[in-house]
T-cell receptor
Framework: KAGVTQTPRYLIKTRGQQVTLSCSPI?????VSWYQQTPGQGLQFLFE???????NKGNFPGRFSGRQFSNSRSEMNVSTLELGDSALYLC??????????????FGSGTRLTVV | AQSVSQHNHHVILSEAASLELGCNYS??????LFWYVQYPGQHLQLLLK??????LVKGIKGFEAEFIKSKFSFNLRKPSVQWSDTAEYFC????????????FGGGTRVLVKP
């Protein structure tokens, strides 16, 4: 079966702009989470969506937001981009059978560069 | 809040050498534990995971990890590494009370010399 698909793979944006990243989870996976990966801070949890609702949130400013659609696809948006937002943004999907966390499958990520 | 620390940032070793990467976490509740690997230019892949039961867990590619609850540790081992094991390795903890969320360690870059 297809893996977690993230688009686009690479983005270059200017400070102050906004950006939207997309993630298609593995078929049947209802939980989608987003992580930011940077050399300095490592992998940090942004938020998790399940059944179109944000179920969990990390410690990021309100400029970072997301949503999930009825087909479980998810988007994340970053408004008013700052240089420090340059990072690899990873999407991860999970089956979530309702019996606790069973693990993630990660996508290849979107490399965002803010100039 | 939980935290995860990986003791070594960089490890360099020769093929056939043994590898052990340390991972400690701070959280008093019940946890699920993971090791992920990121090969150059590739996405994060699951090496192994521990949920309960036998604290010695075997994963893919000859890796294994041991959960020592009293030490809050989940160290990764491989008896004999290959050049293809060159990658970055991440330990991660899921606090069961926190839902679908992983807290990652800072990662260890492993370079295996042929």
């Amino acid at each position: 079966k297809a893996g977690v698909t993230q688009t686009p793979r690479y983005l270059i944006k200017t400070r102050g702009q906004q950006v939207t990243l997309s993630c298609s989870p593995i078929s049947g996976h209802r939980s989608v989470s987003w992580y930011q990966q940077t050399p300095g801070q490592g992998l940090q949890f942004l938020f998790e969506y399940f059944s179109e609702t944000q179920r969990n949130k990390g410690n990021f400013p309100g400029r970072f937001s997301g949503r999930q659609f009825s087909n479980s696809r998810s988007e994340m948006n970053v408004s008013t981009l700052e240089l420090g937002d340059s990072a690899l943004y990873l999407c991860a999907s999970s089956l979530d059978p309702g019996q606790g966390f069973v693990g993630y499958t990660f996508g290849s990520g979107t490399r965002l560069t803010v100039v | 809040a939980q935290s995860v620390s990986q003791h070594n940032h960089h490890v360099i070793l020769s093929e056939a050498a043994s590898l052990e990467l340390g991972c400690n976490y701070s959280y008093g509740g019940t946890v699920n534990l993971f090791w992920y690997v990121q090969y150059p230019g590739q996405h994060l892949q699951l090496l192994l995971k521990y949920f309960s039961g036998d604290p010695l867990v075997k994963g893919i590619k000859g890796f294994e990890a041991e959960f020592i609850k009293s030490k809050f540790s989940f160290n990764l081992r491989k008896p004999s590494v290959q050049w293809s094991d060159t990658a970055e390795y991440f330990c991660a903890v899921n606090a069961r009370a926190a839902g679908n969320k992983l807290t990652f360690g800072g990662g260890t870059r492993v370079l295996v010399k042929p």
